[in-house]
C-alpha cells in the first residue's frame, strides 16, 4: 500500500507517543502458555470452568455461532430470555435486558435517558464507555472530580434542566476504589435525578455473594437507581446487560440505538454467561476469595488496603511501569500496565486483578515476583 502524505501526522503522533512511553502494543495470547495471570477481569476463573465453557458449547449447538439478527428480529432466543430473567432476579432487580457488550450497555442507556434538554452530571472516575455514552447524549454534560458528591449537588441545584442523569462506577476501575453510591443517591433524591451506577467490576466480587455493590447498599429497591453491569468480567463470558424496572427496560427497548441495530449477543456467550451465574449461585465463596487475594496483593506490594479485585500499585513514571510490567513478564507473571491517558500523568501504575482460582502456591509464586520486580535496580526509580 502507497503510504498518503494527507496521514502523514499518523507518524509525528506516533513518535510522540514513543518518546512519552506511551506506544500501545498487542500481544497474543498462547493456549496453555503458563504464566501466571494478574492482567485479565476474569475474577472468579470462570471463564475456563468446565461448565461455563460447556454451556458456551451447548448454546452454540442449540442455536448456532451467531444470533443471526439484531435484538428486535431474530437475534433474541428463549436463551436471551432466560439469562436476563436469571441475572434480574440474581441483582434483586424487576428486569434486564442484555446487550452485546458492557461498551453498549453504557452507551444505549446512557443516550436513552438523557437527550437534549437534559442534564448529565459525569464522576471524574467514570469508565471511558460512560465518558463517550455522554459525548453521544447531546445533553449538558457536567463533569465533576472522582466522588465529589457536593460537586455533584451544587450541579442538579443549579440546573434548569428538568430531566437530570448522575453517572459513575461502582467500583473505579483503574484502583478499584468504591464510589459513594449512598451519597450519590441520596444527591439525585433530593433533586429529583437519576442515578447511573456501572457495576463492571463490582458484579460477582462486592455483596453477598457477588451481587454487586448497589445490592450490597440496599439501593436496588429504588426506580431512580438504573445499573449496568459486563458479562465479560466476573462471569467470564461476553456482553453487557442493563438491570432496572421494566418500565425504563420498555423505554430502552424502543429507543436505546445500541440495541435496536446491534446484532445481539451470539448463543455461546449467553449460554456461558447462565452457566457461570449458576456456578456462582453454588459457590458465593469465590467472591470472599476474590478479596482474600486482594489483601494479599495489597500487603506484599504496599499498596493501598483495596475494596475490591483490583490492587494499584503506582510507580509514577510511564516508562518505569512498563519495565516493571515487562520484567513480571519474563518471570511468568502477566500484570497490566496502565499509563496516561488511562490515568492521570505522573500515577502509571500495575494493576494487578485478584482471582478466586489462584491457589495458594501460585499466589505466593506471584508475590515473589512483584516483591523482587519492585525492588530490580533494572526498572528505572
Known sequence: MTPSPTLDWLDAAAADRKARHLSRVLRPRTAGEGVIDLASNDYLGLGTHPEVVEGAIAATRRWGAGATGSRLVTGTTTDHQALQAELADFTGHPSALVFSSGYTANLGVVVALSGRGSLIVSDGGSHASLVDACRLSRARVVVVERGDVAAVERALAGRSEERALVVTDSVYSADGDLAPLTALHAACEGYGAVLLVDEAHGL???????????????????????????????????????????????????????????????????????????????????ADRVLEVAEHLAAVTGADRPSSAVVSVILGDAERAYAASQRCAELGLRVGCFRPPSVPEGTARLRLTARADLSDADLSDACGVLTGVLADSRVPA
Open 204 to 286: 460477582g466480587v462486592r455483596g453477598a455473594g457477588g451481587r454487586g455493590l448497589v445490592d450490597e447498599l440496599g439501593l436496588t429497591r429504588h426506580e431512580n437507581v438504573v445499573v449496568t453491569a459486563t458479562l465479560s468480567k466476573a462471569l467470564g463470558a461476553q456482553g453487557g446487560v442493563v438491570l432496572t424496572s421494566e418500565r425504563v427496560r420498555d423505554h430502552l427497548v424502543d429507543t436505546a440505538r445500541t440495541f435496536i441495530f446491534d446484532t445481539g449477543l451470539a448463543p455461546a456467550s449467553v449460554g456461558a454467561a447462565r452457566a457461570a451465574l449458576a456456578v456462582l449461585r453454588r459457590e458465593p465463596q469465590r
